[in-house]
């Protein structure tokens, strides 16, 4: 759009310039100049240049194909909402029962009591076989379970809780206890076989032989001389021990909310780089 600007006058000389529906004079000839310009005016103004003659402008709007002096500017798109959060599961494996707590081969156990503490997750409840608490790290919907179907029966449980929910393996993690880590050393890896963990045996059966799954090792080290490992995993910790093993669960603690938030690799990275509790 442009504004048509026309001015008659008495004196000799007389410029008009108009610009965003303003206009001015100057000493020159009678013109008639079209500007662009985003408004409308009309008016009466003396020519200071003259000699005290009034010079009548008249200013109309005319359309115009050349290009404002500015840009138009779009409304604001609001942006994409944001994807909702997958859910998670994670499992610890053990055996139910106080005859069993406190022992190497519910380790997997205290991780999952270790984050429900944390998170303000309860674990009252008991569903697929399992002790099982809901919740979030962060905004991160989570999903805890201890089976209690004893060990060698974990599938069972875990399996059903996949499938009912439908959890892509890929967001399922199950944490256990195992020989061949020196004690208290935390391993994450993508996925892997059983490792002769008879527990993540009848998991492995329960998907379907599928085994890309995550997991998280937990060490608690070989028996000693020549006691058979099958009592060896179910002796409890001496007071060096404990300290350690709390230290280590409070970094698997942490593991998991950066697995949740930030994903497998920066996970792996601080598992890897985590040091020892030096006693």
Not at 50 to 65: D, E, K, N, P, V
Not at 67 to 81: L, V
Not at 244 to 250: A, G, K, V, Y
Request: overall charge positive; aromatic content about 8%; glycine content about 10%.
């Amino acid at each position: 759009m442009k504004l048509a600007c026309v001015i008659s006058s008495t004196a000799s000389s007389a410029t008009v310039l108009c610009r965003r529906g303003r206009c001015l004079f100057s000493s020159s000839s009678s013109v008639a100049k079209t500007l662009n310009s985003s408004s409308y005016r009309r008016g009466w103004m003396s020519n200071t240049a003259a000699t005290g003659s009034l010079h009548q402008i008249s200013c109309s709007m005319i359309t115009s194909t050349s290009p404002p002096d500015t840009p138009a500017i779009s409304a604001p798109q609001p942006g994409k909402p944001k994807p909702k959060p997958q859910p998670w599961l994670i499992v610890g494996l053990g055996n139910p029962g106080k005859r069993y707590a406190g022992t190497r081969h519910n380790v997997g156990f205290e991780m999952i009591d270790t984050i429900a503490d944390a998170e303000g997750i309860s674990m009252g409840s008991v569903s697929f076989k399992a002790q099982f608490g809901k919740g979030f790290i962060g905004d991160v919907p989570i999903m805890l379970a201890k089976p209690q179907t004893f060990m060698n029966a974990s599938g069972e449980s875990v399996g059903a809780i996949v499938s009912y929910y439908k959890i892509p393996l890929k967001q399922v993690l199950v944490v256990f206890d195992d020989l061949d880590l020196p004690f208290a050393k935390l391993r994450l890896l993508p996925k892997g076989g059983h490792g002769g963990h008879n527990g993540m045996r009848s998991i492995m059966n329960h998907l379907k032989g599928n085994r890309d799954f995550p997991r998280l090792r937990i060490g608690i080290g070989r028996p000693p001389g020549k006691m058979d490992p099958a009592s060896f995993v179910l002796r409890t910790f001496n007071r060096q021990e404990r300290e350690e093993l709390d230290f280590t669960l409070q970094n698997g603690l942490e593991a998991m909310r950066i697995l949740v938030l930030e994903g497998f690799d920066k996970s792996a990275t601080f598992v890897n780089s985590s040091k020892p509790l030096t006693v």
